[in-house]
């Protein structure tokens, strides 16, 4: 039997980390090979083996998945949101480029799996808004909706033309302790919760009313991972599948934060990324994620916010 070998590409973004760790526990220490741009992680530290990767350099890729006999590739390193908005030629190469390289390199090396994560940045102001449908009109205004968009029809291409298993979810928002969010739109969500605790009060640069897609890191690790194992036949959509968690506001996560302590305070400073959020869906309609291969979130606001906040004040040692 033919031995899985993984390598993740940005494990040590927000992602990156947690997917990792959740990967060498079910296929084994040795047999996930962690890379990034950065310095490993702490939290990866002595959990593996970890290699310096640019994935930009497509010959050093192609040696290392040929050295270490690799047989699926997570793809995670790409520039976000709010940071491919300051310089968007560089987003479109790197987001672009990283994609291209790691799909020839399975083709020409007859890759098992390959996992390439879009984004709900690929809807634009032109989409419905409310339980957005994973077929609809779709104009990303933002260069990383772009090209997660063009990103999304090359993984259909290689599935269609060359038989490459390549397999995609659309994640909301991310939020999570272990790992730094990495210049997305959503990372208030984040920050919220480590200054409500550090100075009772969070800034935010989002209007209270601003609806989106968000999703807890357990509940977006889990679908990535039962995406991964699913049966391959049942893999219906090979662009990428919309995904579903939850969807609130500012001034809804911060009731929930009051729940917890009842002095902390909100204030709204919106800036260029209101622009980015006004143009995204405020809620996803994942039926076909349910349907193919059984996804159903478990977290929702108030869960993750206490669990959100326990982790943290342990984390910061409170
Ligand atoms: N976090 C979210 O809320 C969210 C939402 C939707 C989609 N995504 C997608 O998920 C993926 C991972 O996101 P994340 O939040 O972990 O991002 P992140 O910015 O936290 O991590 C990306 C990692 O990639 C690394 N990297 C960048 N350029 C590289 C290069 N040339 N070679 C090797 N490594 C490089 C970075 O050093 C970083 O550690 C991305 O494709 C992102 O678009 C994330």
Request: aromatic share 6%.
């Given at each position: 039997m033919k031995k899985d070998k993984i390598l993740v590409i940005g494990a040590c973004g927000q992602i990156g980390v947690e997917l990792t760790l959740a990967l060498r526990k079910m296929y084994g220490d040795n047999n996930v090979i962690a890379s990034d741009?950065?310095?490993?992680h702490e939290l990866l530290k002595g959990t593996g083996p970890y290699v310096s990767l640019d994935v930009m350099n497509k010959e050093m890729l192609h040696v290392l998945v040929i050295r270490h006999n690799i047989t699926q590739v997570y793809l995670l390193a790409a520039i976000l949101s709010a940071t491919g908005e300051k310089n968007p030629l560089l987003a479109w190469h790197i987001n672009m480029a990283s994609l291209l390289n790691v799909l020839d390199i399975a083709k020409e090396e007859g890759l098992d799996k390959i996992y390439w994560p879009s984004s709900i940045?690929?809807?634009?102001?032109?989409?419905?808004?409310?339980?957005?449908?994973?077929?609809t009109i779709i104009e990303p205004t933002t260069i990383y909706g772009i090209s997660k968009f063009a990103g999304e029809r090359w993984c259909e291409y290689y599935n269609h033309r060359y038989g490459i298993d390549v397999r995609s979810l659309r994640y909301p928002g991310l939020i999570s302790y272990k790992s730094a969010p990495g210049g997305?739109?959503?990372d208030y969500a984040v920050e919220i919760y480590h200054d409500a605790l550090e100075e009772g009060s969070y800034k935010c640069?989002?209007?209270?009313?601003t609806y989106l897609p968000m999703m807890y890191m357990p509940d977006a690790i889990r679908a990535t991972i039962e995406l991964m194992e699913a049966?391959?036949?049942?893999?219906?959509?090979?662009s990428a599948y919309n995904l579903s968690g939850m969807s609130f506001s500012p001034k809804e996560i911060s009731a929930a934060i009051k729940e917890h302590i009842p002095t902390f305070t909100i204030s709204y400073e919106p800036d260029y990324r209101q622009q980015i959020a006004d143009g995204w869906p405020q809620s996803i309609d994942d039926e076909l994620a349910a349907q193919d291969w059984g996804w159903k979130p478990e977290f929702d606001l108030p869960k993750m916010t206490a669990d959100m906040l326990k982790n943290l004040k342990t984390q910061k040692g409170m």
């Open positions: 741009l950065r310095e490993e940045a690929v809807f634009g102001p032109n989409s419905p808004r409310q339980e957005t449908p994973q077929h997305g739109t959503t640069f989002l209007k209270e009313d049966d391959s036949a049942s893999i219906k959509v090979r």
